[in-house]
């Protein structure tokens, strides 16, 4: 539920120009503006109003006032930039208590120790740590409620492949593995200053209650790297790093001519819990 009456705050394009936040390209940065596309990443996460919410990358804290205005209990909002740390003061005492800032790499800050549960993960990432972040929090995946995140839109795409697709991949079997993947809506390039060169869209992922398959994921991020590796070639050439490909796949009771985009989550689970049986 939104706050009934919201504290005055200045225009975000007055922030920028106040503090001098100029988006630097080295940290990824796009700043998003229009406060009613902010607005409405934030009701893509509802419910919001009892749950402790991780940002990452606020920059001059535009989605940060969507997520504080749309009722979230509490904000942690993870900044590397120092430049836009005052900006977000501001911000902060204008939400007494409901705003923190954590100064850091968020590649380096494990997000469950800021906040407890119930708690969310909400954020426009920066494009260039946006699946290293995303591989870093699967191991501790279910103890967040949800993620709505914002990825450019080819990025997405893969998280939501199906087998047989041209966009399926490492990336889809990881994230589906572990959850259920949600394509919200897509966001322009223009909506963005400055506005990168590609289009964006918000993604909602839901921890599955269990995997899809039992299987340990260092394994599973290598045999997924290995076939995909060499996506074009039969399994029986692409797993040879792994070892003898014909004994990994007999064990995953796998068609030795299929190629990694025919195999399903499951499938691949398979193989990553025969590689761990060849190696013990």
Same mark, same amino acid.
């Given at each position: ?97 409901? @705003? ?70 490492? @990336? ?109």
């Amino acid at each position: 539920m939104a706050e009934d009456t919201p504290p005055p705050l200045p225009p975000l394009r007055e922030v920028i120009r106040r503090h001098g936040l100029a988006a630097r390209k080295a940290l990824g940065q796009n700043f998003l503006l229009d406060l009613n596309l902010t607005r409405r990443i934030a009701r893509g996460a509802a419910p919001l109003a009892n749950f402790n919410v991780v940002e990452v990358g606020p920059g001059p804290g535009g989605l940060t006032r969507a997520l504080l205005l749309e009722g979230a209990r509490r904000v942690v909002a993870i900044e590397r930039d120092q430049r836009c740390l005052p900006a977000l003061a501001e911000l902060a005492a204008a939400f007494p208590g409901r @705003l923190e800032i954590v100064p850091g790499d968020a590649l380096a800050i494990d997000p469950t120790t800021l906040v407890p549960a119930p708690r969310k993960i909400v954020a426009n990432l920066p494009y260039n740590i946006a699946t290293p972040l995303l591989l870093a929090w699967l191991p501790r995946i279910r103890a967040f409620a949800d993620f709505t995140l914002m990825f450019q839109k080819e990025v997405a795409a893969r998280l939501a492949a199906k087998p047989d697709s041209r966009d399926y991949g490492r @990336l889809s079997v990881l994230i589906q593995w572990l959850a259920y993947v949600e394509r919200l809506f897509d966001v322009a390039p223009t909506a963005f200053v400055p506005p990168p060169k590609v289009t964006s869209t918000v993604v909602r992922l839901t921890p599955r209650p269990e995997p899809q398959a039992p299987c340990d994921q260092d394994a599973l991020e290598r045999v997924t790297a290995a076939a995909f590796g060499q996506r074009r070639k039969m399994l029986r050439q692409s797993l040879k790093s792994l070892g003898d490909p014909l004994v990994l796949l007999h064990y995953a009771s796998i068609d030795p001519t299929a190629r990694a985009e025919d195999l399903t989550v499951a499938e691949f689970c398979a193989l990553a819990r025969a590689l761990i049986t060849r190696s013990n």
